[in-house]
Nanobody, 127 residues
Framework: QVQLVESGGGLVLTGGSLRLSCALS????????VAWFRRDPGKNVKFVAG????????AYEDSVDGRFTISRDNAGNTVFLQMNSLGPEDTAVYYC????????????????????WGQGTQVTVSS
């Protein structure tokens, strides 16, 4: 089982940037793909971005593509989400989640595929 802990959330003005971190612990982390999801104030949970276990493959939801960048450190222990050009629509609780998968999944957005979740970190973008 993989444990995940998010950090880096906070309050930022429109147009600003934040970097979220997801610290992973457990065995054979290279075998786990990791994704960021977010729960908006309306309680909708949506896929944001994902990265494969070896860090080579990434995927993004259309609304964040070009503004957000997901990456993974060489050891595979930490996953980052660099968020630029933030707007009020990005306000949400951000969760990282892991699933056992070697390589890049064909689909990333299915929440039920992810077996481990962090506790979430709040991101608030003020206009």
């Amino acid at each position: 089982q993989v444990q995940l802990v998010e950090s880096g959330g906070g309050l930022v003005l429109t147009g600003g940037s934040l970097r979220l971190s997801c610290a992973l612990s457990g065995r054979a982390l290279v075998n786990y793909a990791v994704a960021w999801f977010r729960r908006d104030p309306g309680k909708n949970v949506k896929f944001v971005a994902g990265v494969s276990g070896d860090g080579r493959d990434t995927a993004y939801e259309d609304s964040v593509d070009g503004r957000f960048t997901i990456s993974r450190d060489n050891a595979g222990n930490t996953v980052f989400l660099q968020m630029n050009s933030l707007g009020p629509e990005d306000t949400a609780v951000y969760y990282c989640a892991a699933r056992f998968f070697r390589g890049a999944p064909a689909t990333w957005s299915g929440r039920s595929e992810y077996t481990s979740w962090g506790q979430g970190t709040q991101v608030t973008v003020s206009s």
